[in-house]
């Protein structure tokens, strides 16, 4: 069974920074590409970052682009999401998302089909 488990979220002033990660079991972690995700209230979740299986290629998001920094360890089976520079629009639950197509980093959340439980990030003004 697989299981994706953030953790570092919480509460932050505005210019501050966090740093997730997400722990995945259950799965051959060096084959998938991971993304992260997330989803203020009121709003679709959306996509923000991904990393290819062996860690080759990263997306970003404009709305995180040149802020955030998505990285892997596959040795630890675990995925990272850097945020620096933080503003109070990011404030919204973070998901991190495995997808077997290890190759890519898709935009649409299909593509992946195992989700953690998601991690609250707060930013305040």
């Known amino acids: 069974q697989v299981h994706l488990v953030e953790s570092g979220g919480g509460l932050v002033q505005a210019g501050g920074s966090l740093r997730l990660s997400c722990a995945a079991s259950?799965?051959?972690?060096?084959?998938?590409?991971m993304g992260w995700f997330r989803q203020a209230p009121g709003k679709e979740r959306k996509y923000i970052a991904g990393?290819?299986?062996?860690?080759?290629?990263?997306y970003y998001a404009d709305s995180v682009k040149g802020r955030f920094t998505i990285s892997r360890d596959n040795a630890k089976n675990t995925v990272y999401l850097q945020m620096n520079s933080l503003k109070p629009e990011d404030t919204a639950v973070y998901y991190c998302?495995?997808?077997?197509?290890?190759?890519?980093?898709?935009?649409?959340?299909?593509?992946?089909?195992?989700w953690g439980q998601g991690t609250q990030v707060t930013v305040s003004s």
């Open positions: 259950g799965l051959t972690f060096n084959r998938y590409a």
């Open positions: 998302a495995a997808d077997a197509s290890g190759w890519r980093t898709s935009t649409l959340r299909d593509a992946y089909p195992y």
């Open positions: 990393i290819t299986s062996n860690g080759g290629n990263t």
